[in-house]
């Protein structure tokens, strides 16, 4: 179903208004890169144009158009297009680039890939991009989760209607005390409740009718009937249950986010796309609301997960897929080689970043392998007899002296990307790398001031940094700031460490681990 006979895009800056067509999902439309701007067509005046959630603003100048620039991401970006009824939507994938001024698209993709197969948690976050995940493990993030709910949810829902419209039933039996002319079946426990009953005059030799003392006794009989409250459904209810608790919480968990969330130059904001979320979920938690209060949950007596349930559930289609889809919205993990869905993912410049810190371990282990390094989560950890360091990712510097050997700063608080520190019978030396996703000399000139504040500004007990040196994917024109004698005298300047060359680790930490 479309909107339109067609919606077409292009450029901002494109001066030759070359219109392209939006082509709807499962097509891939491509062209798209990070930090630039981009214009769609309206089919017509009652549409909006949602990319991640967020409604795309007009045109500052073309009322007309659309206006989209994406942030510091890149991947697959799902963007939809819904009438002001809500009674008709399109789907579009958007395939955003690297900027052309950092690193091309295969060594970026190189990056997410060594990250995942280490450490998935390194790679998700909550830009608009996303990339394939897998599907086991037992790490979890709060909006992986709600991108698994919001894919299998309204599935399972629908599997959930399917159970109400033909639910399993089991036989149960129940003791019933009748008259005993209406008695049509008996069983040993029928019987012996009858030799205590007056009743049992019936049975005398001789009685040829029934004594004035026994009209009125009552039989305890067996009864057989038909009930939904089977080991299924019981298995079923404890799927929804689970679901509709995994609503409320992501709701309250992902409001804290928002709420905490601070502005930034370099994040794409939640805010804007909080809304239409926040509406899922509060959407998702009625349906599941409703379902409870219908047949068959409705008159289930508990929840329970057990063999007998999960072996019914099994041999019947209709259950079998709600179980499935369930267990697909509430799996907890984004580990595995088997891409089944995916999850929204960190900026471009924290991929390089967090690449980075799990290269430069990995430089540490292959080059000064006495030292026995071994990543902890957002660190790495090695000693050597009497000496012991760390390689720290995003450590925070308070704008406050917490004591001897705490790592303060003099001025505002600092989160540098990465400190590496070794202590030795207290004398503890550090040295501050920061990771820049720039490749441009004017860019990796400007980016330098970060190196000049962090040497001036960060402590660790009383002890300023040995050097300050910034991290960046490839050599640039201010190729001065590479020279190690040019770091050792200033105490600041550049490290190469990319993907297609091969780098080495920087001399001030060679020597820092060397002394």
Same mark, same amino acid.
């Given at each position: 179903m479309t909107l339109a006979p067609e919606t077409r895009w292009r450029s901002d800056g494109d001066a030759f208004n070359n219109w392209r067509v939006l082509h709807p999902a499962p097509a891939e439309n491509l062209g798209?890169?990070?930090?630039?701007?981009?214009?769609?067509?309206?089919?017509?005046?009652?549409?909006?144009?949602?990319?991640?959630?967020?409604?795309?603003?007009?045109?500052?100048?073309?009322?007309?158009?659309? =206006?989209?620039k994406p942030g510091f991401f890149a991947g697959e970006v799902t963007a939809e297009m819904v009438r002001a009824d809500g009674t008709n939507s399109v789907l579009f994938l958007m395939d955003v680039a690297p900027d052309a001024k950092k690193l091309g698209r295969e060594v970026f993709t190189q990056m997410v890939n060594e990250l995942w197969q280490e450490d998935p948690m390194?790679?998700?976050?909550?830009?608009?991009?996303?990339?394939?995940?897998?599907?086991l493990g037992n790490q979890e993030n709060p909006w992986a989760a709600f991108a698994r709910l919001r894919q299998y949810g309204p599935d399972t829902v629908r599997?959930?209607?399917?159970?109400?419209?033909?639910?399993?039933?089991?036989?149960? =039996?129940?003791?019933?005390?009748?008259?005993?002319?209406?008695?049509?079946?008996?069983?040993?426990?029928?019987?012996?409740?009858?030799?205590?009953?007056?009743?049992?005059?019936?049975?005398v030799a001789g009685a040829d009718k029934l004594p004035e003392f026994a009209q009125n006794c009552r039989l305890d009989i067996p009864r057989v009937e038909e009930t939904v409250d089977s080991a299924a459904n019981r298995t079923i209810l404890a799927l929804?249950?689970?679901?509709?608790?995994r609503t409320r919480a992501l709701g309250e968990s992902l409001q804290g986010l928002v709420d905490r969330e601070s502005p930034?130059?370099?994040r794409t904001s939640l805010a804007a796309r909080w809304p239409r979320r926040k509406q899922f979920l509060d959407s998702l938690a009625a349906q599941l609301k409703i379902l409870l209060r219908q047949s068959p949950f409705a008159d289930v007596q508990r929840a329970e997960i057990t063999a007998a349930g999960l072996t019914a559930?099994?041999?019947?289609?209709?259950?079998?897929?709600?179980?499935?889809?369930?267990?697909?919205?509430?799996?907890?993990?984004?580990?595995?080689?088997?891409?089944?869905?995916?999850?929204?993912v960190s900026p471009s410049w924290e991929i390089y970043e967090r690449w980075c810190f799990l290269r430069l371990g990995k430089l540490l282990a292959a080059g000064m392998p006495a030292w026995g390094w071994h990543r902890l989560p957002n660190r790495w950890v090695g000693s050597c007899h009497d000496r012991r360091a760390e390689l720290l990712l995003q450590p925070t510097f308070p704008s406050y002296h917490s004591g001897a050997g705490k790592m303060w700063s003099i001025s505002k608080q600092r989160v540098p990307d990465l400190v590496l520190k070794v202590e030795r019978a207290g004398d503890l030396r550090f040295v501050v790398l920061d990771a820049k996703y720039r490749t441009l000399r004017s860019n990796v000139l400007d980016a330098m001031e970060s190196a000049h504040?962090?040497?001036?500004s960060l402590r660790i007990g009383s002890r300023r940094p040995e050097g300050s040196l910034l991290i960046v994917p490839a050599?640039?024109?201010?190729?001065?700031?590479?020279?190690?004698?040019?770091?050792?005298?200033?105490?600041?300047?550049?490290?190469?460490?990319?993907l297609d060359l091969d780098t080495t680790l920087p001399s001030v930490v060679m020597g820092l681990l060397g002394d």
């Open positions: 798209f890169a990070e930090a630039s701007g981009y214009l769609f067509q309206k089919p017509s005046a009652d549409c909006s144009l949602y990319v991640d959630d967020e409604p795309l603003p007009d045109h500052s100048s073309k009322s007309s158009c659309w =206006m989209w390194l790679v998700i976050g909550s830009e608009p991009a996303t990339t394939p995940s897998g599907e599997a959930f209607a399917s159970i109400r419209a033909c639910p399993r039933r089991d036989l149960s =039996m129940r003791r019933d005390s009748v008259p005993l002319h209406h008695a049509r079946r008996v069983d040993r426990q029928t019987a012996a409740a009858l030799v205590r009953s007056p009743a049992i005059a019936l049975f929804v249950l689970a679901l509709l608790r930034s130059e370099t559930i099994a041999s019947d289609p209709i259950y079998s897929r709600a179980w499935s889809r369930g267990w697909s919205a509430l799996r907890h993990g984004v580990e595995s080689g088997i891409n089944t869905e995916r999850l929204w504040i962090y040497q001036d050599p640039s024109e201010a190729s001065w700031l590479e020279d190690p004698e040019f770091q050792t005298e200033h105490r600041v300047g550049i490290h190469v460490l990319s």
